[in-house]
Antibody
Framework: EVQLVESGGGLAQPGRSLRLSCATS????????LIWFRQAPGKGLEWVGF??????????EYAASVTGRFTISRDDSKSIAYLQMNSLKIEDTAVYYC?????????????????WGKGTTVTVSS | EMVLTQSPATLSLSPGERATLSCRAS??????LAWYQQKPGQAPRLLIY???NRATGIPARFSGSGSETDFTLTISSLEPEDVAVYYC???????FGGGTKVEIK
């Protein structure tokens, strides 16, 4: 069974750091891109960052709202992805999800998320 | 910038009724569109990808159609467990629509 399990959430003060982990199983981790989303209370889904597989360059993209503060990485030997969150702001409060990105059957576009973790809650408050 | 507009914002129907949800893109996305279901307190779940392909394990009452800028998610016969927010998503910039909340009357 394909699984993604996020951990590392919790309460942090503004300006502090947290590191989220996304532990995966049931598939060949190195073959897939991973993406982090977040969802503030009562709001929609917002992408945070994305990391391609090493076969596709391992490149990383970030949403403008987190660029310079958040860092995504992956450890293919452990099948784990990470989201390092520094300089946290109150507006970073959300449930954070990691997801596996899959490729369209129509062409070489990796764009839809076929497996999601249950999420981990991050609360930034003084 | 690409915008996905979903309508209606809320859909209230009786069990067994047909639900029709719309997603309109501000520019063509070809057929690179996915639909997700998010139940309260849960993570999103993929329903449809490439506009019309049902994801693994998704009941046949869910179907997707459309191309270019206009897409539809249809639930042929609404079940109580279908109460959720439904989001569409296209291939650029990981952008989601604002969602349609489906309620049972």
């Amino acid at each position: 069974e394909v699984q993604l399990v996020e951990s590392g959430g919790g309460l942090a003060q503004p300006g502090r750091s947290l590191r989220l982990s996304c532990a995966t199983s049931g598939f060949t981790f190195g073959d897939y891109a991973l993406i982090w989303f977040r969802q503030a209370p009562g709001k929609g889904l917002e992408w945070v960052g994305f990391i391609r597989s090493k076969a596709h360059g391992g490149t990383i993209e970030y949403a403008a709202s987190v660029t310079g503060r958040f860092t995504i990485s992956r450890d293919d030997s452990k099948s784990i992805a990470y989201l390092q969150m520094n300089s946290l702001k109150i507006e970073d409060t959300a449930v954070y999800y990691c997801s596996r990105v899959s490729r369209s059957a129509l062409g070489n576009y990796w764009y839809y998320m076929d497996v999601w973790g249950k999420g981990t809650t991050v609360t930034v408050s003084s | 910038e690409m915008v996905l507009t979903q309508s209606p914002a809320t859909l209230s129907l009786s069990p067994g009724e047909r639900a029709t949800l719309s997603c309109r893109a501000s520019q063509s996305v070809s057929s690179y569109l996915a639909w997700y279901q998010q139940k309260p307190g849960q993570a999103p779940r993929l329903l449809i990808y490439d506009a019309s392909n049902r994801a693994t394990g998704i009941p046949a009452r869910f179907s997707g159609s459309g191309s270019e800028t206009d897409f539809t998610l249809t639930i042929s016969s609404l079940e109580p467990e279908d109460v959720a927010v439904y989001y569409c998503q296209q291939r650029s910039n990981w952008l989601f629509g604002g969602g349609t909340k489906v309620e049972i009357k």
